[in-house]
């Protein structure tokens, strides 16, 4: 079992295959970096020239030597967003919302490390004129003491979903 059965779904592996294998022009199982942008794109991805070129050079594949063998490939999927579905599931709509409000309360949702704070969390509520009190209003449930809510000093954007998400099952 490969590690991209793990990471990626049978969808998103056949898409990938079908793009390679259409820009394997050769059939010698590599694709040409300067067909990259296009073939992710129609693998679905959502990506720049400037961003494949970046990966590429990470890899220590830009100087396009040898192309791109479709284990390189899928690393690149993994590491690129999917692009927006016209479509759009109610749970990929929720994902983009999430990671959008999360960039615009300071985070990067593409970074697993980068958090907000809850201080930041307090200021948008004051601008808003909201109730400021962010335990109150967003925290959980302390374990300790079930009637007062208690949020984390800092949130990633996992912490930020399961927040909401937990809310929305109790409402």
Do not use: C
């Amino acid at each position: 079992m490969s590690s991209w059965s793990e990471t990626l779904s049978d969808d998103v592996m056949k898409l990938a295959k079908a793009s390679f294998d259409k820009y394997d022009h050769e059939n010698a199982g590599t694709i040409n970096v300067e067909d990259m942008v296009s073939a992710l794109q129609e693998a679905g991805r959502e990506v720049t020239e400037t961003q494949v070129f970046s990966l590429l050079d990470e890899m220590g594949l830009s100087d396009g030597a040898s192309g791109v063998r479709f284990h390189e490939f899928l690393n690149i999927i993994e590491q690129t967003r999917p692009a927006h579905s016209s479509k759009g599931g109610e749970d990929d709509q929720d994902a983009e919302s999430f990671a959008a409000s999360f960039q615009w309360l300071g985070g990067n949702p593409d970074d697993p490390e980068s958090s907000i704070t809850k201080e930041k969390i307090r200021k948008v509520l004051q601008d808003f004129e909201l109730d400021n009190d962010v335990d109150k209003v967003l925290g959980a449930a302390s374990p300790d003491a079930p009637n007062q809510r208690v949020l984390k000093a800092n949130l990633n954007l996992e912490d930020l979903k399961d927040m909401f998400k937990s809310e929305l099952d109790e409402a």
